[in-house]
C-alpha cells in the first residue's frame, strides 16, 4: 500500500506540477487584489478537484464503454506521461501540463482566471486527466488501493492550493533554478514510472510470449 501511495503522489505532483503553477497563476493575476487572488485560487481548486475526481469515478466505465482495454490504457499512458517527463527533464513548457501560447493569450483577456485557465488545463491538465484514469484502473478490484489513489489526489490538490497562496513568496524562496530542479526530479522519477506502465502494459496485452 505503501508503494500505491508513492506511486500516486508522484504521478500526481509531477502531472498536476504544483510548483509550476503558482508562479504561473502569480504571473496572470498581478493587478488583482489580494483577497480575489485568494478567492480565484481557491475556487480553481475546487474546480480541478471536482474534475479529476468525474474521471476517477467514471473513468472505468468510460473505457467499458470504448472497448479500451486496460493494457491498451497502460501503454498509452505510460507514453503520455513520458513525453511530460521528458518535458519537465528539460525544463520545457508542455501543453500537457500548462497553456499553450494561445490559451495563455487569450487567459490574459480574461478578468476572472478561476475556471479558464487555472483550474483546466493548468490544474486538471490533459497530463493529470490521463494519469487520474490510469492510476484508478491500476487500482481496480482493491477498494483500498483505490481510496489511496484518492487520497494522494486529495494531497497534491492541497498541496496546490497552498502553492497557489503563496506563489509569489514560493517563487521568491526557491528562484527559478530551484524551481527547475524540484521539476527535473519529479521529471525523472516520472519517466520511470511512464516505462514501468508501458512494460506492464505490453506485458498484459499478450502480444510477447511468456
Known sequence: MTE??????????ATIGPLDVG????????????KARRRMAVR???IATGI???FALTGELLLTSLGISL???????GILLLLIAIDMVFARPSGSTSTTEEEALEAATR??????????????????MGATILLMADAEGSLLSQGIVLAMLLAVMLVTLLSLLLAS????????????????VFGVLLSALAVQF??????????LPG
Not at 482566471?113 to 493548468?122: E, H, Q, S
Not at 521568491?172 to 530542479?181: A, E, K
Open 71 to 77: 493494457a491498451a490504457l497502460r501503454v498509452a499512458g
Open 198 to 207: 508501458m512494460f506492464d502494459g505490453i506485458q498484459q496485452s499478450g502480444l
Open 52 to 54: 479529476l475526481l468525474i
Open 169 to 184: 513568496q514560493l517563487q521568491r524562496y526557491l528562484g527559478l533554478t530551484g524551481l527547475h530542479v524540484v521539476s527535473r
Open 44 to 46: 480553481g481548486t475546487l
Open 111 to 128: 478578468a476572472d482566471v478561476t475556471v479558464f485557465p487555472l483550474a483546466t488545463p493548468l490544474i486538471a491538465g490533459p497530463g493529470a
Open 23 to 34: 508562479p504561473v497563476f502569480a504571473a496572470m493575476t498581478p493587478a488583482v487584489a489580494p
Open 4 to 13: 500505491t501511495a508513492i506511486v500516486a503522489f508522484t504521478t500526481f505532483f
